[in-house]
């Protein structure tokens, strides 16, 4: 298994979002790094879902990959702007997304500052690369975190 971390701006879809919802798919994805980890995740995978764009930024809940790596659709949708890529393709697209669930609510949101000071968590992705909207975490980050979050292991 391997563990993830997927940002989302609250206002545009939160985690209570993707707990209503049930499930989403985690489309939209433009930077390749990011489209590579998302080919990556496998089924059984957990996600630690970011709010970004918020105050405060935190991790706040838990997910998990429920369908593996598949065409990203608003890549060949020309009514979205933000997404169409006219370069992709249904036969060999350039694009991807996953889809996943809801697992759980953290007790306790873990903030971007909160992270920032844990010296344990000073080579994690969201510290080091912190633009980047899906990135790998370490399963020592992974335990952490959730320790910091009050989550019983």
Known sequence: MAYWLYKSE?????FDDLVRDGRTEWEGVRNFLARNYLKAAK???LVLFYHSNAKPQAIVGIAKV???AYADTSAFDTSDKKHFDPKSN???PTWFMVDIAPVQPLPQPVTLE???A???L?????VK???LSVQPVTEQEWAIVLEMAGVKA
């Open 10 to 14: 609250p206002s545009v879809y939160a």
């Open 43 to 45: 089924e059984g995978d």
């Open 66 to 68: 429920v369908r593996e």
């Open 90 to 92: 249904p036969e060999s």
């Open 114 to 116: 909160m992270v920032k």
């Open 118 to 120: 844990n010296q344990a």
């Open 122 to 126: 000073g080579q994690m992705t969201l």
């Open 129 to 131: 690369s912190s633009r």
